[in-house]
C-alpha cells in the first residue's frame, strides 16, 4: 500500500512543478475525432459523422486528462467531455484551462 501512496504523491509533486503541463492534443486523438465523430470542414463547419440517441451530443472521457487537454478538444468536435485524473493539481489545472475557452469547470473528477 505505501507504494500506491509513493506514486501519488511523486504524481501529485511533479503537477505542482507543471512537469507534465501538455497542452497539445495527440495527432491520434483528433484523428480520431475527425475521422469517426464529427468532421472539421475546411469553411468551419462541422459536420456530424456519429448517430446518437435523440440526435445528442456523444460523451467522451479524457481519463487520465492531466490538464484536460483532450477534454477541450473535444468540445471543438461537438462532444460533451468529461476529465478524470488522480492529480487534484492537475485537475485544478485543467479547471483553470477549461474555464479559459469558456467551458465548464465542473466536469472533472479525482479517482
Known sequence: MNVIKDYKAAWEESF??????ILYPQTEVIRFLNRYICKRNND????????????RRPIGLDFACVV???????????????GVDISH??????????LTRGLSSDRFIVL
Open 68 to 82: 484536460g487537454t483532450h477534454f477541450i478538444t473535444f468540445f471543438d468536435f461537438e462532444v460533451e467531455g468529461w
Open 44 to 55: 468551419e463547419s462541422a459536420t456530424k459523422l456519429i448517430k446518437t440517441l435523440n440526435d
Open 89 to 98: 493539481n492537475a485537475i485544478q489545472q485543467a479547471k483553470r484551462n477549461a
Open 16 to 21: 505542482a512543478r507543471g512537469d507534465n503541463n
